[in-house]
């Protein structure tokens, strides 16, 4: 199994890049929204990796993020879904957004993937709404970029470090433990959440704990 590949950027194809490793070029599939982050050819860039084993086939699928690749295996575990669609789905919501949509049934977010028809986008939802809670409750220890390898890289002066702004991911998971440990239930906590951070896309673990608190009171 090849988890993570890493190396200089050689070619960018329109749903594949290659990276070179030592010598040897790896094609690697992936998403529009995964291409569009990667940086130019001759650069150095790292992908997770999950590898597609058929009986005539042998094809690597690339990810920013761990979070991201496991979503794309959850997705394939979906009858119906196979690799394109699960890069389609991932390209145009992102794992954030995969998960709000299925922990909010929303399956016409799914719907909204190139390829994806209705009946496709329910059985996403259906299949994977009682996992959505577990992953996004882990996703900020999942979120971490794959990274890149220098190369040649030039010294650059010291500057202090400055702390990272919290990920989005990182936030959402927080604030599921949170409520969590309040006594919430995994999936009533991860529809609070998830609406909160759709409200509020950038908001911060604190924040996101005080609107999923408002929409999980009492009503009346």
Avoid: C
Wanted: glycine letters at 12%; hydrophobic letters at 50%; aromatic letters at 4%.
């Amino acid at each position: 199994m090849i988890g993570r590949i890493s190396g200089r950027l050689v070619h960018r194809g329109a749903d594949h890049v290659m990276i070179d490793v030592g010598g040897v070029a790896y094609v690697i599939h992936v998403s529009d929204r995964t291409l569009a982050g990667l940086p130019g050819v001759g650069e150095a860039a790292a992908l997770f990796t999950d590898l597609l084993v058929r009986e005539d086939l042998l094809q690597l699928y690339g990810f920013p993020t761990l979070l991201e690749r496991e979503w794309h295996r959850l997705l394939m575990g979906v009858q119906g879904i196979g690799a394109k669609a699960s890069m389609a789905i991932l390209g145009t919501l992102g794992p954030d957004g995969v998960g709000r949509a299925i922990t909010l049934g929303d399956w016409a977010a799914i719907k909204a993937a190139p390829g994806v028809g209705p009946k496709i986008a329910q059985r996403v939802v259906n299949e994977l709404k009682d996992k959505a809670p577990a992953v996004m409750a882990i996703g900020g220890s999942l979120a971490t970029g794959a990274g890149e390898t220098p190369v040649a890289a030039a010294p650059t002066p010291a500057v202090p470090a400055v702390p990272p702004a919290p990920t989005t991911a990182s936030a959402q998971a927080d604030a599921l433990s949170a409520l969590g440990n309040l006594g919430y239930a995994p999936a009533e906590a991860a529809q609070a959440v998830a609406r909160a951070a759709g409200d509020a896309p950038d908001a911060d673990t604190a924040a996101l704990i005080r609107a999923a608190l408002k929409l999980l009171a009492p009503k009346g």
